[in-house]
């Protein structure tokens, strides 16, 4: 545990992040470090890509199509500007892909945020509430884990299409996204979150709150909630991971993001059309970031779940 | 037993009616199906007589009763986009799609089977360590993406297998399978190894965790104490007793590989369900996705019950249980 501080001075929250568990059994393991390390220089690259990219790929001033189709540097043909080659429009793929991944991670953000939010929510009224409603939501729960997370994800882009005008539909595309994500992924959050407040509920500081007369909503969310967020911050990290490669499924079979703010998925899709004449590095390129990035995230879930599992300390 | 099956089969059909229920509601309330038939220029008669002939007049429950009548029969109306009736596009696309589900399953399961035995067993040999990292990079790369490297290294570079479509098919019946020719069989390795790799890495860490599990307990410990041949203890008494939660994610995986078929079918343009519910969505083809919709929660129901009936032929205590009336 954290060093006992002097009573009057407080830590510096540098101090109590490094003297804490997580960061010991962070610096531990070099994948984890690496993985971090890879999560923060992506997520960097990503958020500081108008500042950091070496061309604007969305000024059409820049955008030289004689240069459409030059390979990486290190293949014959290259070109130094153009790090990783261009793409069919001669857009710089390195540039492209940075920008690219600022929509892939606002839009694996957002859902990540949309399905904890829901299934925090049901999962805590289902467990504190019990009775009809808790066994109505796991029966939701239960149908809906029945059906893959792509599947409800495709089904949801293809009721907002018949129900919204074209032109709409096209404005509200990354909401409708993040929406079908988020509404697919929400069962494992509800499902932990039932779990443990089913357990905390019988525990005396919940009984206590009860007895002193505060409100069910604020015992939910004030008293319960944060004994629950452990395994909740888990999900979320694994999820987040699930999020962007779903986001890329979609933008790949074209019902995804618009492309006019495309994404890893949609560079991919794009490539692909150049696979067969060789263009090889067009879909290579922005697949491998996203594997990189789905791969860190998913091991630093990996860590999270362990270092906060009290059983494998 | 009886009583288990009876139950189970209630439960499918509410299932079922719940989700022909939604389809119906996309069919009817999402969008005007008459505009969607009739031209730009038709007269207000015109779409009247539509109207009543179609029955869109009646009240709700009486169109959601001759809905399910007509889908248990099979007819799901026109498809907006190809003027075809659905039930003939989709026992056209059903065997492409079948066929791939199913060997793309058989290769994930002979594959992950061993694989997870092995690492179950020697948990800290190198090879184990490998296996499962591996299978880690696996479970972070999108099916669409080892769709589009497959295609790159052995079809674009190499050339041995193609790249698209379904190759040679032959009809037997209505059935048209790929099986009996040498480019249909060419044409089907790429996109089943493709859909059985993310199945595949799931199955094996699952077995995995569940051998570790069952060599802790006794009755192992007792098995080696017997002398038994490590083979017998290995596959007859811990194996085996893997078998009930492999069923159960192994069915629920099969109709997972169903909705991922869409993507594989998509990279691979194989014509297939998934495929056509794709541009079906793509153009708003109402009554293709409310078929589909129906059709894949069929599929899934009734994996789920032969999982379920598949309980009580794997584990006998499943059966001493129930019948003392233990348990829901």
Partial sequence: MTAPAAPGSPPGLLRRIFDSDLWYSFTRSWITMGSGICVLLLVVGALGAPVLAPHDTF?????????????????????????????????????????????????????????????????????????????????????????????????????????????MHDQLALYVVVFAIGVSNWVSYARTVRGTV????????????????????????????????????VIATLGLALAILTE?????????????????????????????????????????????????????????????????? | MLAFVVRRLFGAIIVMLSVSAISFTLFNFVGDPVNSMVGQDATMEQRQFIRTQLGLDDPAPLQFVRFVGRAVQGDFGMSYRLGMPVERLIAERLPATLELVFVAAMIALVVAVPLGVYTGLYRHSPLSKVFLTLSLVGVSLPTFLIGILLILIFAVWLGWLPAFGRGQVVKVGWWSTGFLTPQGRAALILPAVTL??????????????????????????????????????????????????????????????????????????????????????????????????????????????????????????LRIERSTGAGK
């Fill in chain 1, 198 to 233: 089913m357990v905390e509920r019988g525990k005396d500081y919940v009984q206590a709150a009860r007895v002193i007369g505060i409100h069910p909503a604020v015992i939910m969310v004030r008293h319960v909630l944060p004994n629950v967020m452990g395994p909740v911050l």
């Fill in chain 1, 59 to 167: 000024d059409p001033a820049t955008l030289k199509l004689m240069d459409a189709f030059t390979p990486p540097v290190w293949v014959e043909g290259g070109n130094p500007t153009y790090l990783i080659g261009t793409d069919n429009q001669g857009r710089d793929m390195l540039s492209t892909i940075m920008f690219g991944m600022r929509i892939s991670l606002l839009v694996g953000f957002a859902a990540v945020l949309f399905s904890l939010v829901l299934g925090v929510g049901l999962g805590l009224v289902a467990g504190y509430l019990g009775g009809t409603i808790d066994a109505l939501i796991m029966r939701v729960a239960d149908i809906k884990l029945a059906f893959p997370a792509i599947l409800i994800a495709l089904l949801v882009d293809g009721v907002s299409r018949a129900a919204l005008p074209r032109d």
């Fill in chain 2, 196 to 317: 059985a790799l993310f199945q595949l890495t799931l199955i094996m860490r699952l077995i995995r965790a569940e051998m570790m599990e069952v060599l802790r307990t006794d009755y192992i410990k007792f098995a080696r104490a017997r002398g038994l041949s490590n083979r017998a203890v290995n596959f007859g008494h811990a194996l085996k007793n893997t078998l009930v939660p492999v069923i159960t994610i192994t069915g629920l995986q099969i109709g997972s590989l169903v909705a991922f078929a869409i993507v594989t079918e998509t990279v691979f343009q194989w014509p297939g369900m998934g495929f056509l519910f794709l541009q079906a969505i793509q153009f708003v083809d109402i009554p293709v996705m409310a078929a589909y919709l129906v059709l894949v929660a069929f599929v899934f129901v009734a994996i789920n019950l032969v999982v379920d009936l598949l309980y009580y032929a794997v584990d006998p205590r």
């Fill in chain 1, 248 to 313: 890329a499924t979609l933008s790949f079979l074209g019902v995804g993001v618009p492309p006019t703010q495309p994404s890893l998925g949609t560079l991919i899709r794009n490539g692909n059309d150049y696979l067969f004449s060789g263009e090889w590095w067009i879909a290579i390129f922005p697949g491998l970031t996203l594997v990189v990035l789905a791969l860190s995230v998913n091991l630093l879930g990996d860590w999270l779940r362990d270092a906060l599992n009290p059983k494998l300390r």
